[in-house]
């Protein structure tokens, strides 16, 4: 069992940045790789970033790639997403989650969800 809780969203206009962060309680979090998937109103949620392990490995979509940073830290239980250069498309509910790999992640296989933080980019 683990619990995610996720916290930075918030407001931010174009081309500027925000820092999520993803704090887990239970299991361990060095046991999953965790990762961030986004849902906008009418699309389908994605996998925006994934992160191994060890952290050894990351995974971008395409269109966040050069722009977010994945992070962690598993001392803390944490994970980060650093997005720069943010545009009002990064419009979304941010979601933190964990699975047993980056690729579990990629096609949604996920052991664990945080509630989700939102974050709206305006133009």
């Known amino acids: 069992q683990v619990q995610l809780v996720e916290s930075g969203g918030g407001l931010v206009q174009a081309g500027g940045s925000l820092r999520l962060s993803c704090a887990a309680s239970?299991?361990?979090?060095?046991?999953?790789?965790m990762g961030w998937f986004r849902q906008a109103p009418g699309k389908e949620r994605e996998l925006v970033a994934a992160?191994?392990?060890?952290?050894?490995?990351?995974y971008y979509t395409d269109s966040v790639k050069g722009r977010f940073t994945i992070s962690r830290d598993n001392a803390k239980n944490t994970v980060y997403l650093q997005m720069n250069r943010l545009k009002p498309e990064d419009t979304a509910a941010y979601y933190c989650?964990?699975?047993?790999?980056?690729?579990?992640?990629?096609?949604?296989?996920?052991?664990?969800w945080g509630q989700g933080t939102q974050v709206t980019v305006s133009s």
């Open positions: 989650a964990v699975g047993p790999t980056i690729v579990a992640l990629t096609t949604t296989l996920v052991d664990y």
């Open positions: 992160i191994s392990r060890s952290g050894g490995m990351t």
């Open positions: 239970g299991r361990t979090a060095s046991a999953y790789a």
